[in-house]
């Protein structure tokens, strides 16, 4: 021991920092262990809700399948009694693999023809679903332009609208989802309009027994509190299908050529999917049908779907 203990105290500082090195790098060594066990866990739960999404999805795609196979089997049902079966979008229920389920299947004879309803019928459809007169009027006739055909193929293109970035096509709509192109057309707008309309009844007029219950109201004149409610929940309702004062508009029966599937699917572990299916059939080709359009679907029946999980799908049939 040298004079003062200072060989003493220096071994002391040393013996103190190398424990102080070794809690430091133990509690590094610990948070690299606790972040690689938290990074895995996300990265597990990650995998799951895509395992989980895939297969919402597939199974919506398979009730999308079994239910162009019930409109198949019903074609011929409905060729030999000459009387067709409505689809007017009512919902119904099931379970398949699992799942809730939600089929609503809506003809499209019962909706408005962006290529072939005229000005008028577009235009008190947005008047009833409360579009300002003014700007229904102006809508109604961009939609109108919008589809005009060019006699003239050399005629040089219009010049794009204030509002948009493109001309009018001049060319028929081939899907709704077109009409954010038109001028006028706001996202509001928009999503008010789009389920109402179609490209595939080939009809000036819509079908009463089939069209949506909103639209149906829309243009019956029904006020606008009606028509409002019976945009956020169209099922059930009290409608007259059949009152003898409707326009003539709405008594033009369809072709019953073409529908409209969704299909909503919500598992166990909450994961949900929404697929809308445009099914042909009637296509040119002579084939037995033709998927015109497929494309996810809103949400319409979530608290149902959770209802039905929660009670492990009691009283629902198989899909």
Same mark, same amino acid.
């Not at 071994?11 to 990074?39: D, K, Q």
């Not at 954010?180 to 996202?187: C, I, P």
């Not at 956020?232 to 029966?253: F, G, S, T, V």
């Given at each position: ?7 003493? =105290?220096?071994? /002391? ?28 866990? +996300? ?22 399948n079994?239910?162009? +196979? @019930? ?7 409905? &060729? %030999?009694a ?17 799942? &809730? ?13 962006? #290529? ?6 577009? %235009?008190? @459809? ?6 300002? %007169?003014?700007?229904?009027? @102006?809508? &109604? ?5 919008? =589809? ?5 193929p050399?005629q040089? =293109?219009?010049?794009? !609208?204030?509002?948009?970035?493109? !001309?009018?096509? *001049? ?11 038109v ?9 008010? *309009? ?23 109201a ?5 006020p +606008? ?8 929940? !169209?099922?059930p #309702?009290? +409608? #007259?299908?059949?009152?003898?004062? *409707? ?6 029966a /369809?072709?019953?050529?073409?529908y ?23 296509p040119?080709?002579?084939?037995a ?9 809103p ?15 009691s009283?629902a049939?198989?899909?």
């Amino acid at each position: 021991m040298t004079r003062g203990g200072r060989p003493a =105290r220096r071994v /002391g500082r040393r013996a103190g920092f190398a424990l102080l090195a070794v809690i430091w790098g133990t509690g590094i060594i610990s948070l690299l262990i606790v972040s690689f066990m938290t990074t895995g866990r +996300l990265r597990l739960q990650t995998a799951q809700n895509i395992a989980s999404a895939t297969q919402a999805g597939y199974i919506a795609e398979a009730v999308v399948n079994l239910s162009i +196979l @019930a409109l198949l089997s019903e074609r011929d049902v409905v &060729a %030999q009694a000459q009387k067709p079966i409505i689809y007017d979008g009512a919902p119904r229920y099931c379970v398949f693999d699992g799942a &809730a389920i939600a089929v609503a299947i809506s003809d499209e004879s019962g909706k408005i023809d962006l #290529n072939a309803a005229s000005p008028e019928l577009l %235009q008190r @459809a947005m008047l009833g679903l409360g579009v300002d %007169q003014d700007v229904a009027a @102006a809508v &109604a006739k961009a939609i109108v332009a919008f =589809r005009a055909q060019v006699a003239d193929p050399r005629q040089p =293109r219009a010049t794009p !609208p204030a509002d948009k970035p493109f !001309p009018p096509k *001049l060319a028929p709509f081939e899907t709704v989802l077109e009409l954010d192109q038109v001028s006028g057309f706001d996202s509001a707008m928009f999503r008010s *309009l789009v389920p109402f309309v179609t490209v595939h009844s080939h009809s000036p007029g819509v079908d009463a027994r089939t069209s949506p219950p909103a639209l149906f109201a829309a243009l019956s004149g029904a006020p +606008l509190s009606e028509v409002q409610a019976l945009m956020r929940a !169209p099922y059930p #309702n009290k +409608l #007259n299908r059949d009152d003898p004062r *409707l326009l003539a508009d709405l008594k033009q029966a /369809g072709e019953h050529a073409a529908y409209t599937i969704h299909v909503e699917a919500l598992l166990a572990t909450r994961q949900t999917a929404s697929q809308d299916a445009i099914i042909d059939m009637q296509p040119a080709s002579g084939a037995a049908f033709a998927i015109r359009e497929m494309r996810r679907g809103p949400s319409h029946y979530a608290a149902q779907l959770r209802e039905m999980i929660a009670t492990n799908g009691s009283g629902a049939p198989d899909c």
